[in-house]
Each structure stands twice: as structure tokens, then as C-alpha cells.
């Protein structure tokens, strides 16, 4: 069942990848990477509607047969290496704005996510609504505590790497941490048009996921780890 909000999901996909060619058409498990993020919008009981914001045919031909709206081709300067996934939404909006059509909720789901699916999407839009936030951003704990971590300079001197109070601690005494993984976004479209973000400056919440389901794919590496996983899903 649709909910009662009219909720607009803008999938982004463009032609150009520097570090990974061709990546969001690139077969996953034989379907085009870009085919898992679609098939997440289009099967969510959240999203009233789901428009895959593209400059490439081929991704709004997929698009089209997969049930997403793609009434357009994405302007050439917001489809550069240097565009914001930001003003991509904003462009979304100003679109169906354009035609008479308002949206209650706006949500970025990116196709570098293909873990993600449509149970993760309305599970965050219930947290969000039930806890009364603008907004939520979905999150996994880090693979390695950044307490761990620090900077090195030319010399190499570790004197001042670590924390000293936590040199000798084992590690599943470590507090914590969360890192974006990029699958979800969501926000009120106020809020959005307000501050021009996801990251809202109040009522924020994060949403939390598996390791497991926040691959996020920038490299051939990153790309065999998620074929590896959906293998064994199946």
C-alpha cells in the first residue's frame, strides 16, 4: 500500500565514471548495476513515485521497462564530473513542479547501493515518520575504528599516531563509530528546498545498516565483493 504522503525517489545515473568505466550499466549478476537501485524504488511501498534522473538512452530505456519515470534527459552540466547529487534532486523537483506536481518526502537513492532494496528504503521512511525528523541518512559501523588510525608525516614519527589511552585496548572494547554508505537519503521537501541538503541542521536521524548491505561500489574490487554477496544471497 502507497502511503498517504506523496513521496518522489530520484535515482542518479549518469554516463561518465572516471574510476570504474561504464560502471551503472555494468553487469551485476547479469543485470546492469543500475537495475538493483531501480528495481529497489520501484518495489517500495514508500515511493509514490520513482524517477531516474539520467543523460545516457540506454539507462532511461532500462528505466522505462523497469517502471521508473524518465520524462526527461538530464541537462549536460548537471550530469559533469564536478555536479551534485543535490542540485540533481533540486532539478527533479523544480521538474514535476513545473508540470503541477508537488512532493511531500524527496529520496536519493544512488545506484552504487545495489544491496540496498526497497525492505531498507520503508524501513527508514517508518523510522523517520515515527520519530518525527525532517530527515534520515543511512549509515553502517565502520569496518576499522578510526581510534585506531591517525596522520603521518614525511618523517614517518608515530609518537603522536594514537590515542594513548586506548594503545592497549582490545578491540571489541572500542566505543563505535557509523559511516555514511551512501544507499539512502531522505528528506521533507521544505527542508530540502530550505537548506539545500540531506545533512539538515536539526531533526536529523540516521538510519542503520549491515556492513553486509552497504557495499558501495567505486572500483572493480568493490564491484566483485557485491557479485560475491548477491551469489550468496541467492
Not at 74 to 86: G, Q, V
Not at 90 to 106: C, K, P, R, T
Not at 187 to 205: H, M, T, Y
Request: charged share 20%; hydrophobic share 40%; net charge neutral.
Amino acid at each position: 500500500m502507497k502511503p498517504a504522503s506523496k513521496v518522489l525517489a530520484v535515482v542518479t545515473a549518469r554516463k561518465g565514471s572516471k574510476r570504474l568505466r561504464n560502471k551503472n550499466l555494468k553487469p551485476l549478476l547479469s543485470k546492469p548495476l543500475l537495475h538493483w537501485t531501480l528495481k529497489a524504488g520501484v518495489e517500495s511501498s514508500t515511493i509514490t513515485t520513482c524517477l531516474l534522473s539520467t543523460d545516457c538512452e540506454d539507462m532511461r530505456t532500462l528505466g522505462q521497462s523497469m517502471g521508473a519515470q524518465v520524462p526527461f534527459l538530464r541537462p549536460t552540466h548537471l550530469a559533469s564530473d564536478t555536479a551534485k547529487s543535490i542540485d540533481v534532486v533540486l532539478h527533479s523537483l523544480d521538474y514535476f513542479e513545473s508540470q503541477g506536481e508537488q512532493f511531500d518526502y524527496v529520496i536519493l537513492l544512488q545506484p552504487t547501493s545495489p544491496l540496498r532494496t526497497s525492505k531498507h528504503i520503508d524501513e527508514a521512511f517508518v523510522q523517520m515518520i515515527g520519530s518525527g525528523s525532517e530527515g534520515i541518512i543511512s549509515v553502517c559501523e565502520v569496518e576499522h575504528s578510526p581510534i585506531w588510525s591517525g596522520q603521518l608525516g614525511q618523517d614517518k614519527d608515530m609518537s603522536q599516531f594514537l590515542n594513548m589511552d586506548f594503545v592497549n585496548a582490545r578491540s571489541q572494547d572500542l566505543p563505535p563509530y557509523f559511516r555514511l554508505n551512501g544507499a539512502i537519503y531522505i528528506a521533507k521537501v521544505a527542508a530540502i528546498r530550505e537548506q539545500k541538503s540531506f545533512f539538515l541542521g536539526q531533526n536529523l536521524q540516521a538510519y542503520i545498516m549491515s556492513q553486509r548491505e552497504s557495499v558501495d561500489i567505486d572500483s572493480e574490487l568493490d564491484f566483485k565483493f557485491a557479485q560475491l554477496l548477491m551469489e550468496e544471497a541467492r
